[in-house]
T-cell receptor, first 115, second 116 residues
C-alpha cells in the first residue's frame, strides 16, 4: 500500500508568482484535504476534494485553488504569492466522507518559502 | 465554530516516565471525533490515537491512552514509559461527525522533549 506523497519537498518563490503543489493520495482513497501549517502553528484547513469536486473550504482567499484528478491525485495552486504564504503545505487523504472514522493520512508536506 | 486549545507549548519527560498532554475543545455538536497526531522532525503527521465522542470508554493504544471528559470538553493524552522516539510535536484535532466537510481542526501543538 502506497502512502500519501507530495511534491516538491521544498520550493522557493518570489512574491507575486504562482505555485502548484502536488499530492498523490493513498491507494484506494478518494478524498484529499489540503492544510497550511505556518511555523509553530497547527495545520489550518484550506479545502477538501471528494471525487473531483470541492467539498468545503476554509477561510482562505480565492487565489488558493485546487483540483482533483480522476485518479484522485490533487493539486493546490496559489496565485499572487504573498510573504505570509510561506508555510508547510500538507495533503491528507481518506477513504470517503460519510460517518465513522475515515481518518486522514498525511503526506510529508511541501515547504514553501516566499521571498 | 469549533476550537481546539493546547495550553502547553512545550513539555519535557524523563525517559521511561509518564507524561500527560492537555487538550480542550469547544463545540456545540454531540457527534464528533477527537484525535492525537504526532509530527516528528521529519514532518509527516502520524495518527497516535482516536476517540469517538459517543464512546464512554477511553481509547488506548499500547503506551498511549486518553482521558476523555466529554462534559468538560477535555481530551488529554497520556504517554507511559516514554521513549526517545516519542519526542515530537503533538497535535490534538477535532472532526465533526455531521455530514458535510470532514475537516480537521487542530490545536497549536505541544512540543514533547524526552530526556535520556
Amino acid at each position: 500500500e502506497t502512502g500519501v506523497t507530495q511534491s516538491p519537498t521544498h520550493l522557493i518563490k518570489t512574491r507575486g508568482q504562482q505555485v502548484t503543489l502536488r499530492c498523490s493520495s493513498q491507494s484506494g482513497h478518494n478524498t484529499v484535504s489540503w492544510y497550511q501549517q505556518a511555523l509553530g502553528q497547527g495545520p489550518q484547513f484550506i479545502f477538501q476534494y471528494y471525487r473531483e469536486e470541492e467539498n468545503g473550504r476554509g477561510n482562505f482567499p480565492p487565489r488558493f485553488s485546487g483540483l482533483q484528478f480522476p485518479n484522485y491525485s490533487s493539486e493546490l495552486n496559489v496565485n499572487a504569492l504573498e510573504l505570509d504564504d510561506s508555510a508547510l503545505y500538507l495533503c491528507a487523504s481518506s477513504d470517503g466522507l460519510a460517518g465513522s472514522l475515515y481518518e486522514q493520512y498525511f503526506g510529508p508536506g511541501t515547504r514553501l518559502t516566499v521571498t | 465554530a469549533q476550537t481546539v486549545t493546547q495550553s502547553q507549548p512545550e513539555m519535557s519527560v524523563q525517559e521511561a516516565e509518564t507524561v500527560t498532554l492537555s487538550c480542550t475543545y469547544d463545540t456545540s455538536e454531540s457527534d464528533y471525533y477527537l484525535f492525537w497526531y504526532k509530527q516528528p522532525p521529519s514532518r509527516q503527521m502520524i495518527l497516535v490515537i482516536r476517540q469517538e465522542a459517543y464512546k464512554q470508554q477511553n481509547a488506548t493504544e499500547n503506551r498511549f491512552s486518553v482521558n476523555f471528559q466529554k462534559a468538560a470538553k477535555s481530551f488529554s493524552l497520556k504517554i507511559s514509559d516514554s521513549q526517545l522516539g516519542d519526542a515530537a510535536m503533538y497535535f490534538c484535532a477535532y472532526r465533526s461527525g455531521a455530514s458535510g466537510t470532514y475537516k480537521y481542526i487542530f490545536g497549536t501543538g505541544t512540543r514533547l522533549k524526552v530526556l535520556a
